[in-house]
């Protein structure tokens, strides 16, 4: 249970669920949701970083009904309650939607929005990519192919301007 080290050998530290909602098989770590509602991550507490690059590829298991499954990218993580997010937004539409936004003092605010223009599936891998260098949010998002040069959305914020941890987050 849990997800262990990361490649380069830090430790995943997880937030929300229980141990067993986190594993890792052949290098891919997955977190299961068995309850709605319940916010789910893993970052890495002893990496800090101001502008970072992360990439992750992300499998929603199900297509939504009723609601959105939303699958974030963090970075510049101070706390739980206050960092950038990369989302990628599974709509009940079928459609992947991606999101940047800053969630401050537990209150989220999206600050670039647009439509990907891809449908996805139950097992679609869907590629993920938040960019954070000083105060520009970039995320790219692809579906079957790797990403290309063209940026998906991004935004500007100042918010947070020191260095974070990084992680994931469902």
């Known amino acids: 249970n849990g997800w262990g ?9 997880t937030v929300g669920g229980v141990a067993g909602d986190y594993a890792v098989a052949t290098g891919v770590g997955t ?3 068995s309850s709605v509602a319940v916010v789910r991550g893993a970052h890495l507490a002893t990496v ?15 297509v939504a009904t009723g609601a959105a499954i939303d699958m974030s990218l963090m ?16 709509d009940d539409d079928g459609t992947v939607t991606p999101i940047i936004a800053k969630r401050v003092a537990a209150a989220n605010t999206i600050i670039a929005s647009t439509a990907a223009g891809f449908a996805y599936t139950a097992s679609s891998d869907i590629g993920c990519e938040f960019i954070v260098t000083g105060s520009y949010l970039q995320m790219r998002v692809w579906a079957t192919a790797p990403p290309t040069n063209t940026i998906t959305i991004s935004g500007l914020d100042t918010t947070f301007a020191a260095a974070g941890t990084t992680g994931v987050r469902t």
């Open 48 to 62: 800090s970083h101001k502008d970072i690059v992360v990439t992750a590829t992300f499998r929603a298991g199900v």
């Open 31 to 33: 977190i299961s949701h």
């Open 5 to 13: 080290s990361a490649d380069t050998g830090q430790a995943w530290t």
């Open 75 to 90: 970075a510049r993580r101070a706390d739980v309650d206050n960092h950038y997010f990369g989302v990628c937004r599974f």
